[in-house]
């Protein structure tokens, strides 16, 4: 019985079903850089910046966040946990640097750059995460992919609010002081990768019609937990707007979301249960087609044939590298560079979740140039974080849905995603009273929806075989458009009507310098009525992509899956049957 036991405690470590239950507890503490707005006062009040200026650090934030290629391009020659420790490196060190600074511990203020650096390197660790731990899984389960995504994603939408229930529980909610937050989120998700640096890997298992049925069924299986989570953290966040928690109720608060997250292992001992039984039938075998041996006079031939053919001049090497292969097989990483469809999906990015950004790394100030308490501010971080989570595990199962049973493109769903963010941009902008709760509503769901349908289209398009750093270089849209629609036009927009409200508003900094409130509907009105704009531009070139891809989602899209699946043998091979005979 106990070697038994121990046979089956190492089956299930060894399991597919464990490291995908690794992965969605990195990713459920791989999403601070979505509760910046939380701790983002903090930094402006110490450091003594202005609005551009906070806003150019909420732009580096997004830079480490989404810029990946380099971490793709090491996950293409290194195994995941070497990837997922480097990201662990560069969480613990950049927080820790940032943490450092805004509490005053450093003796000298340091420069502008250096707290750009600090936080780029600390959100960069996410792009590692996302590398190590969500590519793998999507290559584990690749006809999965769309719902894969969602949950692995939907996890890092829930994080903001897990981050923010797991610092008043050990912080009490430091009295408006935030600081505290930064060091959490600095050793916490470091410590969740390194704990799992040996269960993230890839594990190839060939898949029947029943076993496909049973691993979707073990995947809404997650997603049911995932909800639960969802549900409670949304009334505890309504809770703690209404009533003021003592620091024994944070406490069994975050207590009751730590049992929760770890409920999704009871999915995978199920699973693995099932498994394990079955490891005494027949092992899967690979039925290799013979290829027939060449004659004597066609391997004299093709020498002459391969001397004939002209030489390839640099420009048809050159033409050959860029043409790009049919929708669907694996593009190189030129190929899907000078790809128009992948331009325009970058461009769609570029625009619609650069708009998005912009509103949820914003929400701090945009809350208080509207006149809600700091509270409030806090309910629509944390709004953000669920509806982020609900919009990216139901944009990944309701797309995967639909492309199975209507073949509909996934870039015509990303198309209405981006259409639905236009009012909650519309209701920032005219700061309609109490409309901003809606707003967070709307903007967090659809800012969580369009991320699987994006990654998804990616690994669909362009094929799996580069995944790794096509995944991360559509990432790096983000974050151009943060710089464009945060920086350049929110902040420098926020800081002229601050500017033109002639100091009625100043109060004194931290650091000796005078700081300059904005107050009022005027100080976001005209850059949301830009973003809403240029929201409505990206979902018209996404739905472009749409039409052209339509035929190639008109047909089946894991059909090369299913090919590859029909090569396994159901049964025992000649030599398991003999030998199992000569045993008996």
């Not at 299930?12 to 507890?25: D, E, I, K, N």
Request: aromatic share 10%; charged share 15%.
């Amino acid at each position: 019985m106990a070697a038994a036991a121990r046979a089956f405690a190492a089956h299930v470590l060894r399991g597919r079903w464990f490291m995908a239950y690794g992965s969605f507890l990195i990713m459920s503490a791989a999403g601070a850089t979505y509760i910046f707005a939380v701790y983002s006062k903090d930094i402006k009040a110490t450091l003594g910046y202005t609005q551009e200026q906070l806003n150019t650090v909420g732009f580096f934030k997004d830079v480490g966040a989404n810029v990946g290629i380099h971490a793709g391009l090491i996950a293409e020659v290194a195994p995941p946990w070497l990837v997922l420790a480097v990201g662990a490196a560069m969480n613990l060190g950049g927080y820790l640097m940032l943490y450092l600074s805004v509490a005053g511990v450093v003796r000298a203020r340091p420069p502008l750059w250096l707290v750009c650096l600090y936080i780029a390197v600390g959100a960069n660790s996410q792009a590692f995460a996302n590398t190590g731990a969500l590519v793998t899984c999507v290559k584990n389960f690749p006809e999965s992919r769309g719902v894969i995504l969602g949950l692995l994603k939907g996890f890092v939408g829930l994080s903001g609010a897990i981050f923010t229930q797991l610092y008043l529980a050990f912080y009490g909610g430091g009295g408006g002081d935030t600081r505290p937050l930064i060091l959490l989120v600095g050793w916490l998700p470091a410590a969740v990768s390194v704990a799992f640096l040996g269960t993230i890997r890839i594990i190839r298992s060939p898949r029947s019609p029943a076993a496909a049925r049973r691993e979707y069924r073990a995947f809404c299986g997650f997603l049911y937990v995932s909800l639960a989570l969802a549900a409670y953290l949304m009334v505890v966040i309504i809770l703690q707007k209404r009533f003021v928690f003592t620091r024994a109720e944070y406490g069994v608060s975050a207590a009751v979301v730590l049992v929760m997250v770890l409920v999704p292992f009871t999915v995978v001992l199920r699973e693995e249960a099932a498994l394990f039984k079955n490891t005494v039938e027949a092992q899967p075998v690979v039925v290799n087609t013979p290829t027939k041996p060449r004659t004597p006079a066609q391997a004299a031939q093709q020498p002459a044939a391969i001397a004939e053919r002209p030489a390839a001049t640099l420009t048809s090497r050159v033409v050959r590298a860029l043409r790009p292969p049919p929708l669907g097989d694996d593009y190189t990483i030129l190929q899907a560079l000078v790809s128009v469809d992948m331009l325009l999906l970058f461009t769609a990015t570029v625009f619609g979740i650069g708009g998005t950004l912009t509103a949820i790394d914003n929400m701090g100030q945009i809350g208080e140039s509207l006149g809600y308490p700091q509270r409030s501010i806090a309910t629509f971080v944390s709004l953000i974080s669920i509806w982020n989570y609900l919009g990216r595990v139901a944009a990944g199962f309701a797309s995967e849905a639909l492309l199975a049973r209507y073949r509909l493109p996934r870039p015509l769903v990303l198309a209405v995603v981006l259409l639905l963010t236009i009012p909650g941009h519309l209701l920032i902008s005219f700061g309609v009273p109490g409309s901003l709760y809606v707003a967070s509503v709307i903007i967090g769901f659809c800012f969580g929806a369009a991320q699987p349908l994006i990654l998804a289209s990616v690994s669909e398009l362009f094929g799996l075989r580069y995944y790794s750093t096509l995944y991360n270089l559509c990432g790096t849209a983000s974050p151009v458009g943060s710089y464009v629609l945060n920086v350049r036009v929110a902040g420098r927009m926020y800081d002229r009507e601050a500017a033109r409200q002639a100091g009625g508003h100043a109060v004194a900094s931290a650091a000796g310098k005078r700081l300059v409130t904005c107050i009022g509907v005027r100080c976001y009105k005209e850059s949301f009525l830009v973003i809403t704009a240029v929201t409505a531009a990206a979902a018209a070139v996404t739905l472009v992509l749409a039409w052209r891809t339509r035929r190639f989602y008109a047909g089946d899209v894991y059909a090369r899956f299913k090919e590859e699946e029909e090569v396994v043998v159901v049964g025992q091979s000649r030599d398991g049957v003999a030998a199992s005979e000569m045993s008996s």
